[in-house]
């Protein structure tokens, strides 16, 4: 079983009210068990919503309670985000999910970036709330990116 976030599905759950789908995604579980899944929906943001970044550092400082994840109106949604990730692994746990592919640059689901926090497009390394959360417990984590790597497994 793998978790995939459900806007590379084509399900309309970002931020601004629009989907990423993924045509690599998609063809690559076509004969695959996933469950598609957005941590920010789940934690109870709407659809659309002002988009948020992390503010001076990734999403470990988040979990750790050092920095926060806040809106363009300067609204902190830290704890709608470490909800959202702590219902995204409870997902993983009830069905035995090792393997997840999410969106690259999102402050949820970014694996290797996200945006810097000054909300001016510019991207930096670091995860999301959501992908360090399930990196810390042993999820293995692709992103739209890194389908052909999950071919070769």
């Not at 759950?13 to 579980?29: A, Q, S």
């Not at 000054?118 to 990196?135: C, E, P, Y």
């Amino acid at each position: 079983m793998i978790l995939v976030s459900a806007c590379l599905l084509g399900e309309n759950c970002r931020y601004n009210g629009e989907t990423k789908p993924n045509e690599f995604v998609i063809n690559y579980l076509k004969d695959k068990e996933y469950i598609a899944f957005c941590p920010e929906c789940e934690a109870g943001l709407p659809i659309p919503r002002l988009a948020c970044e992390i503010q001076g550092g990734e999403g470990q400082d988040v979990l750790d309670g050092k920095i926060k994840i806040i809106n363009m109106k300067n609204i902190d949604h830290t704890k709608d985000f470490i909800k959202g990730a702590e219902l995204t692994l409870a997902i993983t746990k009830e069905h035995n999910i090792d393997t997840a592919i999410l969106k690259e640059r999102s402050p949820s689901c970014g694996v290797n970036y996200i945006h810097t926090g000054s909300f001016d497009g510019n991207i930096q390394k670091g995860m999301g709330v959501t992908a360090r959360l399930l990196h810390n417990n042993g999820v293995k984590l692709y992103t739209e990116a890194d389908i052909a790597s999950l071919t070769k497994t």
